[in-house]
């Protein structure tokens, strides 16, 4: 995933919100995002290739989400595995020591990983070296090269999403943001490119997921679970 947009603790109706696009190589097999009956549940989309995923949260209201990071690092293990082990705990902090203990016996490529509950929002970047960001409540962007306002990417994306009163008019910016060619949120290339969006809305009484199964400029967005 490239481009991973959140509002965290910013509104009242709804403590995280998130909006993200997974670019992907078009022949790499996929399944849209569904509720996952285990201990804890979760709902997530799952990359068939290596078995992992790239987005989720479960029942105790913990998301993860990763982006790329570019580093000339090679993984033994899917990063997408280590978000499935990330999603099992019942806090952000502890899915950060999940991910420490990990890193510190397992090769990984580089990663831009981030983890929020309603306590903690933390970003962690790995490429060799493990480094912790911990997000102050309001809009944040994080995408392959960087967050917030360290890319003209991730700049552009934050101020599309910034200034607004409701999750539902965040969730709407998003809509247009993740679409949006100019800034790269949304990618066509040979071989390569958008291959679909989420959006989540984590509340005290359920996480929404909507799913569009194909680039956002082209795809509607349908909700994928009744309950979490």
């Known amino acids: 995933m490239c481009t991973l947009a959140f ?3 910013e509104f009242g109706d709804a403590w995280l919100v998130v909006g993200a696009n997974r670019d992907e190589a078009t022949g790499r097999p996929s399944t849209p995002p569904s509720v996952r009956d285990g201990d804890p549940r979760v709902v997530m989309p799952r990359d068939e290739q290596a078995g992992g995923t790239w987005i989720g949260a479960n029942e105790h209201r913990v998301f993860v989400g990763v982006t790329n990071r570019r580093t000339d690092l090679e993984g033994e293990r899917s990063r997408g595995l280590l978000i499935t082990d990330a999603l099992a705990a019942e806090t952000a902090s502890a899915a950060i020591e999940t991910v420490e203990r990990a890193v510190a016996g397992t090769d990984y490529a580089g990663f831009n990983l981030v983890l929020a509950d309603e306590d903690d929002c ?6 060799g070296e ?18 917030d306002d360290g890319t003209e990417k991730s700049r552009a994306v934050r101020r599309a999403l910034t200034g607004h009163e409701t999750a539902t008019e965040w969730r709407n910016a998003a809509r247009e943001a993740l679409r949006d060619h100019e800034t790269g949120a949304c990618l066509h290339r040979d ?9 989540l809305t984590v509340e005290d009484g359920d996480v929404v997921y909507e799913f569009a199964d194909g680039p956002p400029c082209e795809t509607e967005y349908r909700r994928v679970n009744d309950h979490l």
């Not at 102050?136 to 960087?146: A, F, L, Y």
């Open 7 to 9: 509002a965290w603790r």
């Open 122 to 127: 933390v970003l962690l970047e790995w490429d």
């Open 130 to 147: 493990l480094r912790e960001h911990a997000f102050d409540p309001g809009t944040h962007v994080v995408v392959n090269e960087g967050f």
């Open 191 to 199: 071989g390569y490119g958008t291959r679909s969006s989420s959006l």
